[in-house]
């Protein structure tokens, strides 16, 4: 432990991993630690001490956050861990391996890694200075945020673990978030990404008990929060949405233009055999459930994520899931290879299949939704269509955007050629002049 006073206030680095929850941890943290009059510094070597916020979804994720533990100790040499991964066997799996780390801890628990910082570097605050500013320090751009609702989950599904490391759902109350949310947009964002494990769930923990907006009485309700949200007058985006009925009622927001037409439902497969072994709540009718969304709301977009090769999907299995994407043409896909995560249930049931044969599912998969994304997208080619730029034009005079079909990290882009000068955060028109198959390519109509 550190004694005295420092001539400078101690630089904390941080890595952060993982899903856009995680994100959101880590800037609590830092948020905490700037409040404090702690420096924040995005390196190794001059840091007095480094935070690995870390993942375990997946095999490969962690891998990565062992590699990043390793490399901050190798670097630095004090290092705190937190995340999911710092939860694994209540922590017992990491500090195993990494008996020299100075904590560690899981997730949502940052006034934890809050006192191991203090325990190792005592807080320099000053009350008179002004640290933080509206909003929380972000690490995100300036102009888009991620808004978590809730931690935990409720459900099993097989292949993962995240209940057991993140817990059961615990919603956020309503007029904590619309605070949260308020401030942001104060701040400028102009995009507020909605995230939980479950988006859908939010408020059955609390049995939707009222709470209050503003001196208003409103139910902790997934439906009123998006309502509540697509009332500040910016893009609202839904993540992690489960196929519930309840989903059908937000649709009409959508149509109304209240908040982005776009959904972001993983699916995970559609052969009901392989969904019930999954223990996917909410799908069994997912055909029918994305025709009517369609229906409702003709321009939404649908975003979703597959596994290949879960244990015991024959080849049969898989068709009907490749038939499916031909007939659903979802705008944007993503998918993984069955990973056996240990600890999953997945792992003990028969018919575990090779590694090369998940893989070359995958690769089955991604080649067919190349082509389906190489489709739809040639048919915008003319239209015009709003967007958000996240970076000016480079060297190239290309300037990067999104359109409301476009999450941040995940889906495609809108690349600008030409025109007047377009900063981060600016809402342009712009007229699709050829696509590609991920991206789309277009010049300024009106700024």
């Not at 948020?31 to 001490?49: M, V």
Request: a negative charge; proline letters at 6%.
């Amino acid at each position: 432990m550190t004694s005295g006073k420092f001539k400078k206030p101690p630089k904390i680095g941080f890595i952060s991993l993982g899903c856009p929850k995680a994100l959101v941890d880590t800037e609590r943290i830092v948020t905490d630690l700037r409040a404090e009059g702690y420096l924040i510094s995005s390196t190794y070597k001059d840091s007095d001490l480094v935070i690995v916020n870390t993942c375990g979804f997946i095999d490969a994720a962690v891998e990565e956050s062992l590699q990043a533990i390793a490399e901050a100790l190798d670097e630095n040499g004090k290092v705190i861990v937190t995340g999911c991964l710092g939860g694994k066997d209540r922590g017992s799996f990491i500090s195993m391996k990494f008996p020299q780390l100075l904590g560690v801890t899981g997730p949502d628990e940052a006034d934890r890694v809050l006192e191991l910082v203090h325990e190792n570097f005592p807080s320099p605050h000053e009350p008179f200075l002004d640290l933080i500013p509206r909003g929380g320090v972000r690490l995100t751009p300036r102009h888009y945020a991620y808004l978590k609702i809730a931690e935990g989950c409720n459900h099993h599904c097989s292949f993962c673990i995240i209940p057991s490391l993140r817990g059961k759902l615990v919603s956020r109350p309503i007029g904590s978030i619309m605070r949260e949310a308020e401030n942001l947009v104060r701040a400028g964002v102009k995009e507020l990404l909605v995230i939980a494990q479950d988006t859908v769930a939010y408020g059955v923990d609390v049995k939707y008990r009222l709470d209050f907006i503003g001196g208003r009485a409103v139910k902790t309700n997934v439906k009123v929060l998006f309502e509540e949200l697509g009332k500040l007058g910016v893009w609202v985006r839904a993540h992690y949405m489960y196929p519930y009925p309840v989903v059908d009622d937000l649709v009409p927001l959508m149509a109304e233009g209240k908040i982005l037409p776009y959904l972001d439902v993983p699916f995970q497969h559609a052969q009901p055999r392989v969904l019930k072994a999954m223990k996917r709540p909410g799908s069994e009718s997912n055909m029918e459930r994305i025709n009517a969304w369609r229906s409702i709301c003709p321009e939404i977009t649908i975003r979703s994520t597959f596994i290949t090769g879960f244990p015991g999907e024959t080849e049969e299995e898989f068709q009907y899931l490749l038939d499916f994407l031909e007939e659903a043409r979802l705008d944007r896909v993503g998918c993984f290879a069955y990973s056996p995560v240990e600890g999953a249930a997945a792992n003990d049931l028969p018919g575990a299949i090779p590694q090369e044969v998940r893989e070359e599912r995958r690769s089955r998969l991604m080649a067919l939704q190349e082509k389906i994304s190489r489709d739809v997208l040639s048919r915008k080619v003319g239209s015009t269509i709003r967007v958000l730029v996240d970076e000016a034009p480079g060297d190239d005079g290309i300037a990067v955007a999104r359109s409301a079909s476009d999450a941040p990290d995940i889906d495609g882009l809108v690349l600008i050629e030409g025109g007047p000068m377009v900063l981060p955060g600016d809402f342009v028109d712009v007229k699709i002049t050829r696509s590609e198959d991920y991206d789309l390519y277009g010049k300024i109509v009106k700024k």
